[in-house]
């Protein structure tokens, strides 16, 4: 009973996301919004994620950046939300606050230095004369009807170097009756850990117990996330985050991340849907062009696939490897992955998804197929399976009388593509070469070579010879080859399944070779 349960006292039941994607994270190297698409984006924020606030733009940037917030902020009074967005200004006299009131916005977040170095070195000013900087500027703000927001960038080197520069700066603005709503303090540089963060927030509170705080936090160690968290737990009432996490070097702290831990670890209250958190990450994902690593957590394309079949088996028996981060919560789905270590119990679960029963040995071949592909370094989807399903149960008949023994294709610089092969058929072993003008053409005239030389039969002759790749799969999984032949005044048709066009070409023919022997032991018979 001490320091941690007098932190739980202090959590606020509910916190306040203001989302920065379209400020913040448009300062990723090589991301830029165009003004449909920032529009586009705060909908979705506003409207469907429900996020409290958007911070949409850095005032003064450009004409195109002008049209976009102007945009927005015309979207957001429509619908009763033009409070929501916010637009980020700076200590410039009256430039800033005209350009926003200009667009039609009705909240500035005013950028004021929250740390000696940057108000002497990089202003080049005392903090007497800062402050009286930005007391006219929110006066101005004030006076044109604007709601002033303040950041004190590079509060955390401010806390660690400088504290007196801190507090006299809050001492002046905070005086008389503070007409700024909140304040916002960054760590700009991503340089904090938790126990700062719990620690410097907590000095803060202690002097002004009154103000409202958000903390924006940077990821330049990876504790963004951790930071937030222990923004909160030590009090602040709002957090900034972005989409996918975006922003300068290495990104802000993610909105989905942020959300379930604030929901799951702190049990906090928030407005945000979390339906809506995989649908905000691939727009942003699409406009922005940062592909989302596959193990991003909530919004990864992984982070949903259980691949080893243990868990798989687990998750059948008793849902032995659920947590509380459902898929359905965000609107997504379990996915069991097939591959060389999925083993029986992924794919069955795979098969019950889409209404398929085998019996245990056709399950056995099924999975030895995908195992193969899996060797191969080939990810099979749950949309490939039904072909494998297919394939394997039509044509991989253990009595087989033509088999595939070896082989080898070869192709050269200035070379025709030649091909060595060896077959078993009817239990004896035959061997031939040839050269074509492909990989496939020197196979198949090497095949014509054995059955012309040692069984002084006809080879079926090639009518159509067609490649696919299975509707709804992979393209670097599968590769579908149907291969159609002339055949006693008939038509056969074959098709072969595998991650190599040569290969899948090779397994059709094949087919083709052991059905004609079966119809030459059955008129034998």
Same mark, same amino acid.
């Given at each position: 009973m001490g320091e941690q349960d007098e932190i739980k006292e202090e959590s606020p039941r509910y916190v306040e996301i203001m989302d920065s994607t379209l400020r913040d994270g448009e300062?990723?190297?090589?991301?830029? %919004?165009?003004?449909?698409?920032?529009?586009?984006?705060?909908?979705? &924020?506003?409207?469907?994620?429900?996020?409290?606030? /958007?911070?949409?733009?850095?005032?003064?940037?450009?004409?195109?950046?002008?049209? +976009?917030?102007?945009?927005?902020?015309?979207?957001?009074?429509?619908?009763?939300?033009?409070?929501?967005?916010?637009?980020?200004?700076?200590? $410039?006299?009256?430039?800033?606050?005209?350009?926003?009131?200009?667009?039609?916005g009705k909240v500035i977040n005013l950028l004021a230095k929250g740390s000696l170095k940057h108000c002497t070195k990089q202003l080049q000013k005392t903090p007497e004369e800062h402050i009286a900087d930005i007391q006219r500027t929110i006066q101005y703000a004030n006076e044109k009807g604007l709601s002033v927001n303040l950041y004190l960038e590079d509060w955390s080197n401010g806390m660690k170097d400088s504290p007196e520069y801190v507090y006299q700066l809050m001492d002046s603005l905070t005086s008389g009756g503070s007409i700024i709503k909140r304040f916002m303090l960054p760590d700009t540089l991503g340089v904090m850990n938790p126990l700062q963060v719990i620690e410097y927030f907590r000095k803060m509170l202690k002097h002004y117990p009154d103000a409202h705080f958000?903390?924006?936090?940077?990821?330049?160690?990876?504790? +963004?996330?951790?930071?937030?968290?222990?923004?909160?737990?030590?009090?602040?009432?709002?957090?900034?985050?972005?989409?996918?996490?975006?922003?300068?070097?290495?990104?802000?702290?993610?909105?989905?991340?942020?959300?379930?831990?604030?929901? $799951?670890?702190?049990?906090?209250?928030?407005?945000?849907?979390?339906?809506?958190?995989?649908?905000i990450s691939? &727009? =942003?994902?699409?406009?922005?062009?940062?592909?989302?690593?596959?193990?991003?957590?909530?919004?990864?394309?992984?982070?949903?696939?259980?691949?080893?079949?243990?868990?798989?088996?687990?998750?059948?028996?008793?849902? #032995?490897?659920?947590?509380?981060?459902?898929?359905?919560? %965000?609107?997504?789905?379990?996915?069991? +992955?097939?591959?060389?270590?999925?083993?029986?119990?992924?794919?069955?679960?795979?098969?019950?998804?889409?209404? #398929?029963? &085998?019996?245990?040995?056709?399950?056995?071949?099924?999975?030895?197929?995908?195992?193969?592909?899996?060797?191969?370094?080939?990810? =099979?989807?749950?949309?490939?399976?039904?072909? /494998? =399903?297919?394939?394997? &149960?039509?044509?991989? +008949?253990?009595?087989?009388? =033509?088999?595939?023994?070896?082989?080898?294709?070869?192709?050269?610089?200035?070379?025709?593509?030649?091909?060595?092969?060896?077959?078993?058929?009817?239990?004896?072993?035959?061997?031939?070469?040839?050269?074509?003008?492909?990989?496939y053409d020197a196979f198949v005239k090497a095949l014509r070579y054995i059955y012309k030389k040692y069984l002084n039969r006809t080879f079926p002759t090639l009518a159509n010879y067609q490649v696919s790749i299975p509707p709804g799969g992979r393209t670097d999984a599968l590769v579908q080859t149907v291969i159609t032949w002339h055949y006693n005044d008939g038509i056969l048709r074959t098709r072969g399944l595998d991650a190599d066009q040569t290969e899948a070409a090779i397994k059709a023919t094949f087919k083709m070779l052991n059905i004609v022997e079966s119809n030459i032991s059955s008129q034998k018979q």
């Open positions: 300062q990723t190297n090589g991301v830029s %919004f165009l003004p449909h698409e920032k529009l586009v984006i705060a909908r979705m &924020l506003l409207r469907d994620v429900n996020v409290d606030r /958007i911070e949409v733009a850095s005032a003064r940037v450009s004409e195109g950046e002008k049209e +976009a917030v102007k945009m927005i902020c015309r979207y957001a009074q429509g619908i009763g939300k033009g409070d929501r967005v916010e637009v980020l200004g700076f200590v $410039d006299g009256k430039a800033s606050v005209d350009w926003i009131d200009e667009c039609g958000d903390f924006h936090a940077h990821n330049d160690y990876d504790l +963004a996330v951790s930071n937030s968290l222990a923004a909160v737990l030590s009090g602040a009432k709002g957090l900034h985050v972005t989409v996918n996490g975006l922003g300068e070097r290495c990104g802000n702290a993610p909105l989905a991340s942020v959300q379930v831990i604030l929901k $799951d670890q702190f049990h906090a209250k928030t407005s945000i849907d979390e339906s809506q958190l995989n649908g691939q &727009l =942003v994902e699409g406009y922005s062009g940062i592909a989302v690593a596959p193990n991003q957590p909530i919004v990864g394309e992984n982070v949903f696939t259980q691949v080893a079949g243990v868990h798989a088996d687990g998750d059948s028996k008793n849902k #032995l490897y659920y947590n509380e981060l459902m898929p359905e919560r %965000f609107g997504r789905k379990r996915e069991y +992955a097939l591959g060389k270590n999925s083993g029986k119990a992924n794919i069955l679960k795979n098969l019950e998804e889409l209404g #398929l029963e &085998l019996t245990p040995e056709q399950t056995r071949r099924v999975t030895q197929r995908i195992t193969e592909l899996g060797d191969k370094k080939e990810i =099979v989807t749950q949309d490939d399976l039904p072909y /494998i =399903v297919s394939d394997v &149960l039509k044509h991989d +008949a253990p009595e087989d009388k =033509v088999k595939l023994v070896s082989y080898v294709v070869s192709t050269a610089y200035g070379l025709r593509p030649g091909a060595n092969i060896k077959v078993e058929i009817n239990g004896e072993e035959y061997e031939g070469s040839a050269v074509g003008d492909g990989q």
